[in-house]
Nanobody, 117 residues
């Protein structure tokens, strides 16, 4: 059974930091491209950051220089370090795993991030 469990969300003031984590089980983590998406109220789900099986990262423009995605293949975890948070970063953040061989796609249930004073 595949499970992606996110943690680390919460309420933070503008300019603050949060670190999201996603624990994966039931998948071959080493061949999974890991991604973080977010969805704000009334908006479509947006790809925030990607880390390839080889550790290559990419980010949407609005978070470049502020967010860092990383992975630990031994622990089957992916993290999203979020610094200099802005109110527009408020959203539910979802962890996604995409198996590069089978193209199977898996989602976590999401964790709420609220940036507000």
């Amino acid at each position: 059974q595949v499970q992606l469990v996110e943690s680390g969300g919460g309420l933070v003031q503008p300019g603050g930091s949060l670190r999201l984590s996603c624990a994966a089980s039931g998948i071959i983590f080493s061949i999974s491209r890991m991604r973080w998406f977010r969805q704000a109220p009334g908006k479509e789900r947006e790809l925030v950051a990607t880390i390839s099986t080889g550790g290559v990262t990419s980010y949407t423009d609005s978070v470049k220089g502020r967010f860092t995605i990383s992975r630990d293949n031994t622990k089957k975890m992916v993290h999203l370090q979020m610094n200099s948070l802005k109110p527009e970063d408020t959203a539910v953040y979802y962890c996604n795993a995409w198996n590069v061989r089978s193209a199977s796609d898996y989602w976590g249930q999401g964790t709420q991030v609220t940036v507000s004073s």
